[in-house]
């Protein structure tokens, strides 16, 4: 199984809400996985504070590539890209 973690922060704070509609689009994209997208509750004190997070199980690597590889994730793409400040993904194997 693989976890699929990516955090983004907006370069404008009041983009915040557009990054979050955006990627909850991901949620609707179909497949045998389970995909979560949630607003971060806590600031971090120094300022780096992450404002979404996309998380994820997956059953192996082809299926994470069939997710991504998804219309549904290429728009979000386009949606997200140009509002973030940061993206920082993760794929870890349990």
Do not use: C
């Not at 996985?33 to 992450?50: S, T």
């Amino acid at each position: 199984m693989i976890r699929h973690i990516v955090m983004f922060n907006a370069e404008d704070p009041v983009d915040r809400d557009k990054i979050f509609e955006g990627l909850k689009a991901l949620e609707s994209i179909p497949g045998n996985w389970k995909l979560e997208v949630r607003r971060n509750l806590k600031a971090d004190q120094l300022g780096n504070a992450i404002d979404v997070v996309v998380y994820g199980e997956f059953a192996d690597e082809a299926a994470l590539e069939a997710y991504k590889a998804h219309p549904i994730y290429q728009d979000t793409i386009k949606v997200v890209r140009p509002l973030r400040d940061l993206r920082i993904a993760a794929d870890i194997e349990i």
